[in-house]
């Protein structure tokens, strides 16, 4: 090797090295933490309403809306309270050189569980520096180490629910890989001991507690051997106590392949996933029930969760002013799991029931995204009447 090549390779080593200490030290810290959030020993459960960019802001009122309607008596009371976040916009966070702001980290901090609108992750090409993902961050930040997406089709058959791991994988040090010269770049993988287990023991418990029956692992152990060949063989021994559920394991590719299978698709039930794999799947899969757009998901910690849209933040909407049609059924879907996480399952089933009225049975309005279609706050007003109807 050249002179310039030894010193660009003694400088990616040190790198690595600076790297590798950190997640050490990272693997020490999740394991001090013990218990999940008792929410209903709180004298007060704040929730923050994190609008995030584009259509974000529009989505996440509604839901504030929703959530107010449903919990007037706790909110009335001072049981629930809301705390309004602002900063996560992509041109605070690119100001600061930040994915998260440390103001606004500390504002997420001062609540229990947060409703997150979409937000912005600048790429190649982009007028903005390249700052961090600011969900990878808030999942890293505040260790919600679990990314739970559920599936509902049942005129397919369809009931998945996927766990992915959420702070591990490809996506933990993606912004920390390497251009050791002009000829190779390298990127990193990790997984931890304590990770791949606590996802394991999340994903089989639900199965256990909501008569699943079946988990099924997926990974790409075959090729990557070490950080996928952890997080399967710990998937595994986990799946050893519980002697009811049954437990397989797949490759991501021909999972991929399966899922759209008519006949196999409805043997699946409950999914854990790595990072990577798990963001993947859950968007093909969310297809199934009509788009990422349909779909919310819960990131889940022991002392914070964040409850989320799984699609973008759809700027053109907001520069062709169509940002009052934009659709608000993932964050309400989102909704429906932090009611659930907080204690307030009822509420929870009531606004599911609701949501399947006015999305696929009942459909007296729709949303197009244009002014063909309804706007985001008529589409509320009519799930909150269709819950006062299913009610009475």
Not at 87 to 112: F, M, S, W, Y
Not at 148 to 169: L, S
Not at 365 to 379: P, V, Y
Request: aromatic residues 8%; hydrophobic residues 40%.
């Amino acid at each position: 090797m050249t002179d310039i090549e030894n010193k660009a390779l003694d400088e990616a080593v040190a790198k690595f090295r600076a790297l590798m200490e950190s997640q050490l030290e990272r693997a020490k810290k999740i394991k001090e933490d013990k218990e999940f959030t008792d929410y209903q020993a709180l004298d007060t459960i704040v929730i923050g309403i994190c609008g995030g960019d584009g259509i974000g802001p529009i989505i996440t009122k509604e839901s504030q809306r929703v959530i107010e309607f449903l919990l007037k008596d706790e909110v009335a009371s001072g049981k629930v309270q809301f705390k309004i976040i602002d900063g996560l916009t992509i041109e605070n966070r690119a100001a600061q050189g930040k994915a998260i702001p440390d103001d606004v980290l500390e504002e997420l901090k001062a609540c229990h569980v947060i409703l997150k609108g979409p937000t912005t992750t600048p790429r190649q090409g982009d007028p903005w520096p390249n700052v961090e993902s600011a969900n990878v961050a808030m999942r890293k930040a505040l260790d919600l180490f679990a990314n739970m997406r559920p599936v509902k089709v049942p005129e397919e058959g369809i009931d998945w629910t996927f766990f992915r791991e959420n702070t591990e994988g490809g996506y933990a040090v993606g912004s920390h890989g390497v251009n050791i010269t002009d000829d190779l770049a390298v990127d990193f993988t990790v997984a931890s001991q304590e990770g791949c287990e606590r996802i394991a023991k999340l994903a089989y418990d639900y199965a256990e507690k909501n008569n699943k029956g079946k988990v099924s692992i997926i990974t790409k152990a075959n090729i990557i051997k070490t950080t996928d060949g952890k997080f399967l063989n710990t998937a595994k021994k986990i799946g050893e106590q519980y002697p009811d559920i049954v437990t397989d394991d797949w490759y991501v590719d021909i999972t991929t392949a399966k899922l759209i299978d008519p006949a196999r698709r409805r043997d699946f039930k409950v999914f854990v996933l790595p990072n990577l794999y798990g963001d993947i799947i859950t968007d093909e899969a969310a297809e199934f029930q009509g788009g990422v757009g349909t779909a919310g998901s819960a990131n889940i910690g022991k002392k914070y969760a964040m409850f989320e849209a799984i699609h973008g933040s759809a700027p053109r909407m907001i520069t062709e002013g169509r940002g009052q049609y934009a659709d608000p059924c993932s964050m309400l879907r989102a909704t429906v799991m932090l009611l659930s996480h907080i204690g307030y399952q009822a509420q929870a089933n009531s606004l599911e029931a609701a949501l399947d009225k006015c999305m696929f049975e009942e459909k007296k309005l729709t949303i197009t995204g244009r002014d063909t279609g309804c706007t985001c706050e008529e589409f509320g007003d009519y799930v909150m009447q269709t819950i006062t109807e299913m009610t009475k």
